[in-house]
């Protein structure tokens, strides 16, 4: 399981894009990369999960680079109820988060 | 889409007692989790499950708590003798075995709120 670095916090305005930068360097061959994202009083809701390049889906894209030490969560347009702690965990089972990046969207 | 229930959502018990807490997990999953979060801190790991037993359990996880899948569709988490510092929202979570050799992402309930008083 890989240790994560993240930023504590963010802000951005809507309809901006977003992107939050993890760094993971001791990721091992076998971990993949997973985004969850959670609101207050909710659970953790998985976002995205990529290996290596790129992954895109409906609400997110995730850019791994080559050496898969870092990878890039993007939100396109974001708005105010995307306001939330955002969590990076790179690991191929057991989930440990850490801090997060607390996601403020501002009007 | 499929979604991880848990009830209730807000348990308040006196401090010594036992108390219960309630999931429904997605049903083709086989793997579930139990997970805690202090107010105010980290999501923190308790304990894994899969083919009736426990898979992983965590420091956290002392003999104040276990874990049962008393039929198919309901898993709990029993803490006994709970204790002030036992206050936090508990989170269940499930994933699904599709693919072993692909990490299957957990799909969380909105938890319960529990306080010891």
């Known amino acids: 399981l890989a240790k994560t670095t993240q930023p504590i916090s963010m802000d951005s305005y809507e309809g901006q894009e977003v992107n939050i930068t993890c760094s993971h360097n001791?990721?091992?061959?076998?971990?993949?990369i997973t985004w969850y994202q959670q609101f207050p009083s909710q659970g953790p809701r998985f976002i995205i999960q990529g290996y290596k390049t790129k992954v895109t889906n409906e609400v997110a894209s995730l850019f791994i680079p080559a050496d898969r030490k870092s990878s890039t969560l993007s939100l396109p347009r974001v708005s105010l109820s995307d306001t939330a702690v955002y969590y990076c965990?790179?690991?191929?089972?057991?989930?440990?988060f850490g801090k997060g990046t607390r996601l403020h969207i501002l009007p | 889409e499929p979604e991880v229930t848990q009830t209730p959502s807000h348990q308040v018990t006196q401090m010594g007692q036992e108390v219960i807490l309630h999931c429904v997990p997605i049903s083709n999953h086989l793997y579930f989790y139990w997970y805690r979060q202090i107010l105010g801190q980290k999501v923190e790991f308790l304990v894994s499950f899969y083919n009736n037993e426990i898979s992983e359990k965590s420091e956290i996880f002392d003999d104040q708590f276990s874990v049962e899948r008393p039929d198919g569709s309901n898993f709990t988490l029993k803490i006994r003798s709970t204790k002030l510092e036992d206050s936090a929202m508990y989170f269940c979570?499930?994933?699904?075995?599709?693919?072993?050799?692909?990490?299957?992402?957990?799909?969380f309930g909105d938890g319960t709120r529990l306080s010891i008083l």
């Open positions: 001791n990721i091992a061959t076998n971990d993949y």
């Open positions: 979570a499930s994933s699904d075995p599709a693919d072993p050799k692909v990490y299957q992402p957990q799909h």
């Open positions: 965990l790179a690991g191929d089972d057991k989930i440990i």
